[in-house]
């Protein structure tokens, strides 16, 4: 089970952390991916972090911004986000799978609920 959260409003340029917490299975066996879905739009893969190497991946829209992270003793998975722009308002979603890191949505089983995050002044 994921559960994501950490969201809220916050001002144009400010920062925020999400978090992702995984129960039920080792996470370290898990690449984790965050997603998010803005109003009207489809699903997209935001960032990854692989299970093996711990390599991390990044959508052109948010490199430079946004850095994951994970601790695998709190099983948990970090999304850090700063500099935020109106754009990035959208509900973000954590998800997980046994195999490498892809961007690819349907690629991954499990998810967790959104949280949202709306950048607004």
């Known amino acids: 089970q994921l559960q994501a959260y950490g969201g809220g409003l916050v001002q144009p340029g400010g920062s925020l952390r999400l978090s992702c917490a995984a129960s039920?299975?080792?996470?370290?066996?898990?690449?984790i991916g965050w997603f998010r879905q803005g109003p009207g739009k489809e699903r997209e893969g935001v960032s990854i972090i692989s299970r093996a190497s711990g390599g991390t991946y990044y959508a052109d829209s948010v490199k430079g911004r946004f850095t994951i992270s994970r601790d695998n003793a709190k099983k948990t998975v970090y999304l850090q986000m700063s500099s935020l722009k109106p754009e990035d308002t959208a509900v973000y979603y954590c998800a997980c799978r046994r195999g490498g890191p892809v961007f690819r949505r349907e690629l991954y089983p499990y998810w967790g609920q959104g949280t949202q995050v709306t950048v607004s002044s």
């Open positions: 039920g299975f080792t996470l370290g066996d898990y690449t």
